[in-house]
């Protein structure tokens, strides 16, 4: 089937519970790897991923979007700004927590395990240590377009913004994780080159 | 075309957002320029490599929570539907008088404009056809015309006279008379 989703999304309308879990299943890696890299750690991520999901269930009548995905984001966007906000406005990546570790270092690698540092996961540990470096509003339109696969139209939409904007926001995020990986990227301009 | 548009152009492309001529355009740099597939191709492997860069497995408590919510929200909405009172009869009723009145009031208006297109037809008709008059033909009718040509060229010609009665001849006939009735009677005057 082309969107299952929109099946699941009708049958829990319908009283299956079990098609809601199937829905959560369906968005987890786009929606929490979305909201994981727009927060400060692993705890607040979970908390921000639920509310998403409970304000979704809460007011699944007004849904008339074309993509559940994007209409999520769009919650999840709004709920880490207002996050944001209740968090200290001032803080500096410089600053540091009660355990003396600056900012700067836990974001750096907010998620990563053991596991990410080696092997063939070695250039997605650098992508995802670049990314968490990037301003919040290049790293959600990063987020969105390569994880969530959200359109540019539609991420201006989220962001309030014109799609040129949007379109910027991602070359700017391209141009700095270029730089992170020049030489993966140089190795890959001379093997097409010969 | 710029490295610049052609990195927006292959962005838009990924996307499903680019337009056909702009389509068109960047498989044209793609075929002549080893840069912009060097883009193409970095593009693509940042992608996989980011959606191969996290284990992004969720606690099962926050799983089961959403699943919660999610019973939650279905019984609440069942106990609505249940909770939910039969509607009153005068809510039911309001709405037929309501489209009884509105049905009556497109009636009168239907005939009332009716009446007034007609109204109109009516007058001028009665203004540019009259109805037909049928008198019947008076033989006298012929005579008094006749007179009255006559006084009328008499009356141009100035000689009243010549219609007035003489007052000789009316003293004749009543002489005429009276000699008739006095010989009925046997005297002789």
Not at chain 1, 1 to 23: F, Q, S
Not at chain 2, 148 to 165: I, K, N, R
């Amino acid at each position: 089937m082309e969107h299952p989703e929109k099946e699941w999304i009708a049958r829990y309308r319908g009283g299956d519970v079990e098609a809601l879990g199937r829905l959560v299943e369906h968005y987890r890696r786009p929606l929490f790897g979305f909201i994981l890299r727009m927060t400060e750690g692993r705890g607040d991520a979970e908390e921000i991923f639920q509310e998403v999901w409970v304000r979704a269930l809460r007011n699944l009548h007004t849904y008339r979007h074309k993509s559940f995905l994007s209409w999520l984001f769009r919650i999840a966007h709004n709920l880490v700004i207002d996050q944001a906000r209740k968090k200290k406005p001032a803080m500096s990546l410089q600053d540091e927590n009660e355990e003396g570790q600056r900012f700067e270092e836990k974001v750096a690698s907010p998620s990563l395990g053991p596991a990410l540092e080696s092997g063939g996961r070695e250039l997605g540990g650098k992508i995802g240590r670049a990314v968490s470096m990037l301003p919040p509003e290049q790293r959600e339109v990063f987020m969105m377009r390569m994880e969530g696969g959200v359109p540019f139209r539609e991420i201006a939409k989220i962001q309030g913004t014109s799609i040129n904007t949007a379109l910027a926001r991602m070359q700017y995020a391209l141009a700095k994780l270029r730089e992170t990986l020049k030489t993966e990227h140089d190795e890959l301009a001379a093997s097409l080159s010969q | 075309m710029k490295r610049e548009t052609i990195e927006k152009c292959l962005l838009l492309e990924q996307s499903g957002e680019l337009g056909a001529l702009m389509k068109w355009r960047l498989h044209r740099a793609l075929r002549h320029s080893v840069e912009a597939r060097a883009m193409q191709v970095e593009l693509e492997q940042i992608m996989s490599a980011q959606s191969s860069a996290d284990e992004l497995e969720i606690s099962g408590f926050t799983v089961s929570r959403i699943m919660d919510e999610g019973a939650r929200v279905l019984d609440r909405r069942e106990a609505v539907k249940k909770h939910a009172r039969p509607l009153p009869f005068f809510s039911l009723w309001r709405p037929a008088v309501v489209y009884a009145a509105a049905a009556l009031l497109l009636v009168v208006g239907i005939s009332y404009m009716t009446f007034l297109r007609d109204v109109p037809q009516i007058a001028d008709n009665d203004i540019s056809q009259p109805e037909e008059t049928f008198v019947e033909w008076n033989g006298d009718f012929d005579e008094q015309i006749t007179e009255l040509d006559t006084m009328l060229a008499l009356a141009s010609e100035g000689d009243w006279e010549a219609w007035e009665p003489k007052a000789q001849d009316t003293a004749d006939d009543s002489e005429s008379i009276a000699r008739e009735l006095l010989l009925l009677e046997g005297e002789q005057i």
